[in-house]
């Protein structure tokens, strides 16, 4: 199709309204959605192509991945990284279980270089509305080093801690889970383990896999 629209010096902006309309079939097909971008970096402008996206996502699919690819795509070729954390902040407001709004809020804050401390409370505002959030509570872990053998970090804002071991005894799961590594953090193995294999008993579905957590933890 790119051929024939070059040979036939075809328009690019009425292509690009045409693709609207494969878009609405199937917000899910990535291959359309390449075409968009190839028109777009063809054209030289951003068309209001994200406005265009954030209608995709309202009136379709709010979780549709190639969508929030090709907004990223947008974002970095036209850079408009200011404007875009405004408007991924009033997404997650909208949707606070989206993950996909809190994965793209983390691309655009990396960007940005924003400062780790404020975007850690923006995770807690989150979490204190709805502590089930697991999406929050992800948002929150990707700002510390997050893996089995290092989860350094996790202890050096005061709040988190104060968030983690509150919500931890009211037996919050997500909680819990990062209590664990608040306690390895801290270098509190004993402490780690037995509240993997409290998770083991609140969770019952994930039992195993926290079951064999404690065992993996050397040392408690």
Do not use: M
Request: hydrophobic share 40%.
């Amino acid at each position: 199709r790119r051929r024939v629209i070059c040979k036939l010096n075809l328009d690019f902006r009425e292509e690009l309204s045409k693709s609207a309309e494969f878009v609405d079939a199937n917000p899910k097909a990535y291959q359309v959605w390449y075409h968009r971008r190839w028109l777009l970096d063809s054209i030289g402008e951003e068309c209001n192509e994200l406005s265009y996206v954030d209608t995709v996502l309202v009136s379709f699919d709010s979780k549709a991945y190639n969508c929030f690819s090709h907004r990223q795509w947008v974002v970095q070729r036209f850079s408009l990284w200011e404007q875009e954390l405004e408007w991924v902040t009033a997404f997650i407001r909208r949707d606070p279980l989206n993950n996909c709004g809190w994965s793209h809020r983390r691309f655009v804050c990396k960007e940005l270089k924003r400062v780790a401390v404020d975007e850690v409370q923006v995770a807690l505002d989150a979490i204190s509305t709805n502590p089930g959030n697991a999406s929050a509570w992800g948002y929150l872990a990707s700002w510390f080093a997050d893996s089995e053998e290092n989860y350094r970090g996790w202890d050096s804002v005061e709040h988190v801690a104060e968030c983690v071991t509150k919500l931890a005894a009211e037996k919050c799961v997500y909680a819990l889970e990062a209590l664990v590594k608040l306690h390895l953090c801290r270098g509190a193995k004993a402490e780690a383990r037995a509240v993997c294999l409290t998770i083991a008993e609140e969770d019952p579905g994930r039992r195993q896999l926290w079951t064999y957590r404690a065992g993996t933890i050397a040392g408690a």
